[in-house]
C-alpha cells in the first residue's frame, strides 16, 4: 500500500490549502483514513478522520476550519484547510486503517506565514 500525499506549501495566515491523499495498492479496502500533523518540537498529533462510513473526527484545535472528505472508491482523502493560523504549520501525513493494518504517506509540508 502506498499512500502520496499533495497540496502543501505556503499560505498567509487566514489563507486556504487543499490536500489531497491517493492511494494504490488497495486489496480490501479501508477502515478509516486521516490527516496527523506534526510540528516542530512537538509530537504527531491526529488532524481528521473519516470512517468508511463517513464519520468524521477533528481536533478541538482545528473543528470549523477544516474539513475531511473521501472517495472511498478511488481511495482518495482530501483536507480543505480555511481561516489557516501560523499554528497550523507543520508536516501533515496521510493515513490510512486497512483492517488492523496502519499506512502512512511521506507526508507534505504547511508553512502559515506572513
Known amino acids: 500500500v502506498h499512500l502520496v500525499e499533495s497540496g502543501g506549501g505556503l499560505v498567509q495566515p487566514g489563507g486556504s490549502l487543499r490536500l489531497s491523499c491517493a492511494a494504490s495498492?488497495?486489496?480490501?479496502?479501508?477502515?478509516?483514513m486521516g490527516w496527523y500533523r506534526q510540528a516542530p518540537g512537538k509530537e504527531r498529533e491526529l488532524v481528521a478522520s473519516?470512517?468508511?462510513?463517513?464519520?468524521?473526527t477533528y481536533s478541538d484545535s482545528v473543528k470549523g476550519r477544516f474539513t475531511i472528505s473521501s472517495d472511498n472508491a478511488k481511495f482518495t482523502v482530501n483536507l480543505q484547510m480555511n481561516s489557516l493560523k501560523p499554528e497550523d504549520t507543520a508536516v501533515y501525513y496521510c493515513?490510512?486503517?486497512?483492517?488492523?493494518?496502519?499506512?502512512w504517506g511521506e507526508g507534505t509540508l504547511v508553512t502559515v506565514s506572513s
Open positions: 493515513h490510512a486503517v486497512s483492517y488492523g493494518d496502519n499506512y
Open positions: 495498492g488497495i486489496i480490501f479496502g479501508f477502515n478509516a
Open positions: 473519516i470512517t468508511n462510513g463517513g464519520t468524521t
